[in-house]
T-cell receptor
Framework: NAGVTQTPKFQVLKTGQSMTLQCAQD?????MSWYRQDPGMGLRLIHY???????DQGEVPNGYNVSRSTTEDFPLRLLSAAPSQTSVYFC?????????????FGPGTRLTVT | GQSLEQPSEVTAVEGAIVQINCTYQ??????LSWYQQHDGGAPTFLSYNALDGLEETGRFSSFLSRSDSYGYLLLQELQMKDSASYFCAVESGANNLFFGTGTRLTVIP
């Protein structure tokens, strides 16, 4: 089992560019989510999915889109990158998006927007 | 809304015991969990408490008091490899998991 994988590991974008952060899991988890982590801010939920074809917004969804066409994949799209989106992005999967179930995190994507 | 408070930094000596506190305010509470994150790494799950009391897993224990909206993570027999950030997280309502801002633990020889 690879667990949760994310690509790329590092990315530099110019303001206004768009890109997609990839996330895949091989644990057959229904729940997947995206977090961003900024210094001193902890992890904040961007979007989540409770299964293929179903997505919803988290705490900080503006500027991001998601889709879930398969159980395995949950890409995060930045529509028009802004410096405020410079952050570390983590994808996670779990049996359910609930604190009682372990969230398995990917290794993260470190994004810099100039 | 939700809020979680943790100390930003804690320093402890190798071999000692350290307690990391977490107080929370949330509308609707299901449980409190703890995650560890080493520098440059991903968060990893440590423990979960839904009911009042102490849960023990090896050198790590976690405590919850629902009436006080308070929990803590207890690390015993500290090792240098325990130097990391520790986050508490609460589930508030359906599909909403909120993390605290983290406590950076430094273990010194």
């Amino acid at each position: 089992n690879a667990g949760v994988t994310q690509t790329p590991k590092f990315q530099v974008l110019k303001t206004g560019q768009s890109m997609t952060l990839q996330c895949a899991q091989d644990m057959n988890h229904e729940y997947m989510s995206w977090y961003r982590q900024d210094p001193g801010m902890g992890l904040r939920l961007i979007h989540y999915s409770v299964g293929a074809g179903i997505t919803d917004q988290g705490e900080v969804p503006n500027g991001y889109n998601v889709s879930r066409s398969t159980t395995e994949d949950f890409p995060l799209r930045l529509l028009s990158a802004a410096p405020s989106q410079t952050s570390v992005y983590f994808c996670a999967s779990s049996y359910e998006l609930a604190s009682r179930y372990e969230q398995y995190f990917g290794p993260g994507t470190r994004l810099t927007v100039t | 809304g939700q809020s979680l408070e943790q100390p930003s930094e804690v320093t402890a000596v190798e071999g000692a015991i350290v307690q990391i506190n977490c107080t929370y305010q949330t509308s609707g509470f299901y449980g409190l969990s703890w995650y560890q994150q080493h520098d440059g790494g991903a968060p990893t799950f440590l423990s979960y408490n839904a009911l009042d009391g102490l849960e023990e897993t090896g050198r790590f224990s976690s405590f919850l008091s629902r009436s006080d909206s308070y929990g803590y993570l207890l690390l015993q027999e500290l090792q240098m490899k325990d130097s990391a950030s520790y986050f508490c997280a609460v589930e508030s309502g359906a599909n909403n998991l909120f993390f605290g801002t983290g406590t950076r633990l430094t273990v010194i020889p």
